[in-house]
């Protein structure tokens, strides 16, 4: 198998759907050696800003000790495939990973393994092969059956819980909360940050009755003063775990204290040899990249914002950076949301903060779950004060964005998809 066959043949994987337990990924885990035993981990899930978080847990560890090998897997990918799985800090290369990928191969077919069952395996294998100490592992989706819930942890976050997937994980916050409650494990220590009271009240319970130590952020840590710009991010924050402190981050948006303080107090879990030092937490931090996060670039004589808010929750997030940004006008969106996602709630809140909007559909989203641009601009026209121009080829859809943004902002968001397609159309590199 070559670089460029290994992703169309993981994700032809997909036309099964998602297939829940844990079964295929032990014994695919099983057949290679365990991997997954051979590196020390964090796991961290939730429903929005674990990308985010376990960016800074894995830029963080790569400050402690000079050399110590980390590995960070984290899903989806903008552009490429091997920028799910990382070891310090870059893309694993092309021959370990496609060595990882054709040992598991006839375990993977003859078990016929889910996409992301297979991707977990290949990626644990790499970050064994490669003697990765500790990996920062991001759930996927829930956390009680998700692939990744085959390590034993040496600490676990949870970032918040919102309705998302819910054809899923289930209609309600108690039901989402349940799911992702499933990576905490006994004897490991976790922390939350989650704020909903029946999200916190789920977890709680699930936390004893397994016997994990859970803390909830806001009873631990605070925020006393933050700064946020395009630039980024500037916290002064209060905890138990490091004092009083100052941490800055070049992750523009409000919701990265939040992502921050929550990173911090998640290492702080961490066995001695491998916590932070205080200085090895800010280095970390003001080093990380995690891009299409808010993030800015300027190309074209505009200014482009990416994001990749693809639920309401997500949007809700963005909308109130938005509302603190100083960004040049005119402000137009270009949004691309997967037919599976509630665009209706989306959308107004962000039609309302611009001057105009294109709708569009990223070229590499998967077919089945591609939506009507020009239905959505239809049903929500009568709420909005402009009516939004359908284009749904995304490349003539930025350059009609330029068009009407001259010197201004585009923000590019509704799905990854979206955000990964446009900044490989705009030779925008992600890594």
């Not at 920028?83 to 016929?112: C, F, K, Q």
């Not at 949007?315 to 996602?341: M, N």
Request: aromatic letters at 6%; one cysteine or more; hydrophobic letters at 45%.
């Amino acid at each position: 198998m070559t670089i460029e066959e290994l992703a169309p043949w993981l994700f032809g994987r997909t036309a099964g759907g998602i297939r829940w337990g844990l079964e295929r990924t032990r014994e695919l885990l099983a057949e290679v050696g365990d991997p997954h035993t051979r590196f020390r981990s964090i796991h961290i899930g939730g429903t929005n800003g674990k990308g985010s978080v376990a960016a800074l847990c894995d830029s963080a560890l790569r400050a402690v000790v000079p050399g110590l090998r980390v590995g960070l897997y984290t899903s989806p990918h903008l552009v490429s495939f091997s920028e799910r799985i990382r070891i310090d800090g870059r893309p694993v290369d092309a021959d370990p990973l496609l060595a990882a990928a054709e040992r598991l191969r006839p375990t993977i077919e003859r078990l016929e393994a889910t996409f992301f069952e297979a991707t977990t395996a290949i990626a644990f294998l790499c970050f064994a092969e490669a003697g990765v100490e500790i990996a920062v592992v991001e759930v996927g989706l829930g956390g009680r059956l998700d692939a990744t819930n085959v390590i034993l942890p040496e600490a676990v976050g949870i970032t918040n819980v919102a309705l998302d997937h819910t054809e899923y994980l289930g209609d309600t916050v108690t039901e989402i909360a349940a799911e992702k409650a499933g990576i905490l494990k006994p004897g490991v220590p976790a922390v939350t940050a989650a704020s909903h009271p029946d999200a916190l009240r789920v977890m709680r319970s699930h936390a004893k009755r397994v016997g994990a130590s859970l803390a909830v952020l806001d009873e631990i840590a605070r925020v006393e003063q933050a700064e946020s710009s395009l630039d980024g991010t500037r916290l002064r924050f209060r905890s138990r775990q490091w004092g009083e402190g100052v941490l800055e981050v070049p992750l523009a948006g409000a919701f990265q204290q939040r992502n921050a303080l929550l990173a911090a107090e998640l290492l702080a879990l961490l066995p001695p040899d491998l916590r932070p030092t205080w200085s090895a937490l800010r280095a970390g931090f003001a080093a990380v990249r995690w891009p299409g996060r808010l993030t800015v670039h300027r190309a074209h004589g505009a200014t482009f914002v990416f994001d990749v808010a693809h639920n309401a929750a997500g949007v809700g997030a963005l909308c109130d950076s938005l509302d603190f940004l100083d960004l040049p006008r005119p402000l137009v969106l270009v949004a691309g949301i997967l037919s599976d996602k509630d665009w209706a709630a989306m959308l107004p809140p962000l039609c309302a903060r611009v001057d105009a909007s294109v709708f569009t559909i990223p070229p590499s989203s998967p077919p089945a779950r591609r939506w009507d641009p020009g239905e959505a601009a239809r049903v929500l026209a009568p709420q909005l004060a402009s009516t939004p121009r359908v284009i749904p080829a995304l490349s003539a859809a930025l350059q009609r964005a330029l068009t009407l943004a001259p010197y201004g902002t585009i923000l590019v968001t509704g799905s990854i998809h979206t955000v990964g397609d446009a900044m490989a159309e705009l030779k925008i590199p992600v890594v």
